[in-house]
C-alpha cells in the first residue's frame, strides 16, 4: 500500500537523521482509535539517545514531516507513533480492491520455484482427520506463495509400500473381501495390525508379504496390491477434489524407497552412514539428535531413507528454490535428523528444506454421532458436518443445497484449523464449527454471501457503485486497507491463522455495518456504500480462497 510505503520512507529518513539503527516497520494498532499504523521505535531506542521516549518520538515525527495520503499523526502513551490515513487514501485502497485482479497480493516470493509437500495418506489406510489438518495447512500456505509471486507447485507424497501395506494385504487374503471396496481395505488393515501385535505366525507371514510387495515375486499379492493401491488413490482424489487440491505431482515410496537405499549405500564409505547390529543408521547422538535406522536389518530402506531420496527426486522434477514439508508435530525429532543427514548428503537441498509441524486434531467428546472413541476418517467428519449443514442450506437461495451445505462443511473444518496458530493442538467444536455467529468459517462466508446481495440488488435498482474520495472512511474500510498487510505477514511467518483471525474481525466488523445503516436509501450516499460494500465481497472472497475456503454467492 503506498500510503504505508510512504510512511517507512520518511520513518528511514528520520531514523538516519537521529542516529536510530533501525529498519522502519510498521505494525497495525489493536484499536482503530489508535490509528492505522504504529511504530514503537521511540521506547526501543530512547535509553541509547539520552531522550525519554515520548521525546524522542516528538523528534521522530518533526524529522518525518508531512507524510503523503496521512491526515494527522498522534503520539500517544509512552511514546508510540500513531499514523491515520487520509479519506483520499481509504478511497484509493476501495478503488484498487475493486478492480485489481491482483487485490492483497504482493511480489515477495515472485519467481521463487516453491514446493510444498502436504497430506501425504497412506494407500490402504483411511483418510483420517489428520490428513484433513495436513492438507487444509498446506493448501493455505501454497495460496499463500501463489499470491506472493511464487512459481509454486504443490506435491503428495504416499506410502505405497511399506508394513501397513503388508498388514492390510494379509487382512485381504483372511477375510476374503474385495480390494475394489475402500472400506474393505480399512477393515483389512485393522486386522492386520491387530494380528501382527498379537500372533507370531501372522507377524511372520505379513513380513514376508512385506518382501513379496517390494520384489514383486508373488502373483497373487501383486493382483491384491494393484487392485487395492488404485482403490485407495482413486478415493483420495475424490477427497481432495471435496477439499480443493490438485497437486502436480505425486510422490510414492515404491519409488523414493530403491533410490534412498542407494543414497545410504553410497555414503557408509565417507562415514556419513554406519552398519550397526546388520542395520545402517545415522548416528544423531554425534549432532545432539539421535540415531535412527535408514536401512533395517532386511535391507529395506525406511522412512528415512526414503525421505532423503525423496528430496532428491523432488529436485530433479522441479529445481526448487524452497521446498516446504508439512506434517504432524509427532516427527519433529525425527525431522531433525533427517534434515542433518540430508546436511551431510545433500547440504544445498538441506538449507532450501523447513518443515512446518502442525498440532493434531481432537473431537470435543460426545460431539460427533459416527466416530469411534475420539477417532474419525476426514471423510466421514466431513459428511457429518455436511448432513448438519443440509437443513439449513436448504432454506438458502442457492441453486444446489447439497453443494452448498458441502461448501459450508468444508468451510467449518478448514477454518478451525487455521484460526489458531498452526503448531498447537486444534479441539474441533461441531457447534462453533457450522456456527453462522461468529468465529467460523461458514460466519465468513455469510457475510460474504450478504455483501453479495447488496450488490445484486443496487444493480437491480440501477444504483450505480462509486466511490466518494471525501466520505470519512468507516471500520469496515479502515480493516479492509489492512488485508495486502494481513496477507504479506501470513505468507512470511507461514502463519495462515493471520488471515482467517483477521477475516473473522473483518465480517464482524462489515455485519456491524450492516445491521445500522440503511444502504439503499436513495440517496447520493448511497452509490459509495455499494461500493463499499462490493470492495467488501471481493476482499472476503481472496481471503476465503487463501484459506481454501469456497465463497458460496448464496446462502
Known amino acids: 500500500m503506498d500510503a504505508a510505503q510512504s510512511i517507512r520512507d520518511a520513518l528511514s529518513r528520520a531514523f538516519q537523521t537521529l542516529g536510530i539503527p533501525e529498519e522502519a516497520t510498521l505494525e497495525h494498532p489493536g484499536e482503530l482509535e489508535n490509528g492505522d499504523y504504529a511504530t514503537g521505535a521511540a521506547l526501543r531506542h530512547a535509553k541509547q539517545t539520552g531522550m525519554k521516549p515520548r521525546e524522542l518520538a516528538e523528534k521522530i515525527v518533526a524529522e518525518a514531516g508531512k507524510i503523503g ?18 479519506p483520499e487514501t481509504f478511497a484509493a485502497v476501495l478503488e484498487e480492491a475493486r478492480s485489481s485482479d491482483t487485490w492483497g497480493a504482493n511480489e515477495n516470493e515472485k519467481g521463487k520455484k516453491t514446493i510444498v509437500e502436504y497430506t501425504d495418506p497412506n494407500p490402504f489406510k483411511e483418510f483420517h ?130 533410490f534412498g537405499k542407494e543414497v545410504v549405500l553410497a555414503h557408509i564409505k565417507d562415514g556419513v552412514f554406519k552398519e550397526s547390529d546388520g542395520a545402517t543408521v545415522y548416528e544423531g547422538e554425534k549432532k545432539g539428535l539421535h540415531t535412527r535406522v535408514f536401512l533395517n536389518s532386511e535391507g529395506l530402506p525406511t522412512y528415512e531413507a526414503k525421505e532423503l531420496g525423496l528430496s532428491k527426486m523432488k529436485y530433479e522434477k522441479f529445481p526448487y528454490d524452497q ?59 466431513i459428511a457429518d458436518l455436511s448432513e448438519a449443514a443440509r437443513e439449513r442450506a436448504k432454506e438458502s437461495r442457492a441453486e444446489d443445497a447439497d453443494r452448498l451445505a458441502e461448501q459450508i462443511a468444508v468451510a467449518a473444518v478448514k477454518y478451525q484449523i487455521l484460526r489458531q496458530a498452526t503448531g498447537k493442538d486444534i479441539i474441533f467444536n461441531r457447534e462453533q464449527a457450522l456456527s453462522l455467529e461468529g468465529d467460523s468459517g461458514p460466519y465468513i462466508q455469510y457475510a460474504h454471501a450478504r455483501a453479495q446481495a447488496i450488490v445484486e440488488k443496487a444493480r437491480e435498482q440501477k444504483v450505480e457503485a462509486n466511490v ?27 502463519e495462515p491463522q493471520l488471515v482467517a483471525n483477521y477475516l473473522v474481525a473483518f465480517a464482524s466488523a462489515f455485519n456491524r455495518w450492516y445491521a445500522n445503516e440503511h444502504i439503499l436509501d436513495g440517496t447520493p450516499a448511497a452509490s459509495h456504500k455499494v461500493a463499499l460494500a462490493d470492495a467488501t465481497r471481493i476482499t472476503l472472497k481472496k481471503g476465503l480462497w487463501l484459506l481454501g475456503i469456497e465463497a458460496p454467492e448464496r446462502m
Open 323 to 381: 521446498s516446504f514439508i508439512v506434517t504432524g508435530n509427532e516427527i519433529i525429532e525425527y525431522f531433525k535428523v533427517l534434515l542433518a543427514a540430508m546436511n551431510d548428503v545433500f547440504p544445498d537441498l538441506a538449507k532450501k528444506t523447513t518443515h512446518v509441524p502442525h498440532g493434531m486434531m481432537r473431537l470435543e467428546v460426545g460431539k460427533m454421532s459416527s466416530r469411534t472413541g475420539n477417532v474419525i476418517t476426514g471423510e466421514s467428519l
Open 129 to 258: 482427520i489428520g490428513h484433513l489438518v495436513t492438507n487444509t495447512i498446506g493448501e493455505s500456505i501454497s495460496r499463500l506463495f501463489v499470491y506472493a509471486g511464487a512459481d509454486v507447485k504443490r506435491a503428495n507424497y504416499q506410502g505405497d509400500v511399506g508394513r501397513h501395506v503388508a498388514r492390510a494385504i494379509w487382512g485381504l487374503i483372511q477375510s476374503g473381501e474385495s480390494p475394489e471396496d475402500v472400506k474393505a481395505l480399512g477393515r483389512a488393515y485393522a486386522a492386520g495390525a491387530k494380528a501382527d501385535i498379537d500372533g507370531s505366525v501372522a507377524k511372520a507371514e505379513i513380513t514376508a508379504i512385506n518382501r513379496e510387495v517390494y520384489d514383486r515375486s508373488d502373483e497373487k499379492i501383486n493382483d491384491l496390491y494393484d487392485r487395492g493401491r488404485k482403490t485407495s488413490l482413486d478415493h483420495f482424489e475424490m477427497l481432495y477434489a471435496i477439499l480443493g487440491t490438485k497437486f502436480d505431482f505425486y510422490f510414492f515410496e515404491s519409488e523414493a524407497g530403491p
Open 69 to 86: 495520503g496521512i491526515s494527522k499523526v498522534e503520539i500517544a502513551g509512552a511514546g508510540f507513533i500513531n499514523f491515520y490515513l487520509a
Open 468 to 494: 466518494n474520495p471525501a466520505a470519512e472512511p468507516s471500520e469496515v474500510a479502515r480493516l479492509l486497507a489492512r488485508f495486502p498487510d494481513i496477507v504479506e505477514r501470513a505468507a512470511k511467518n507461514l
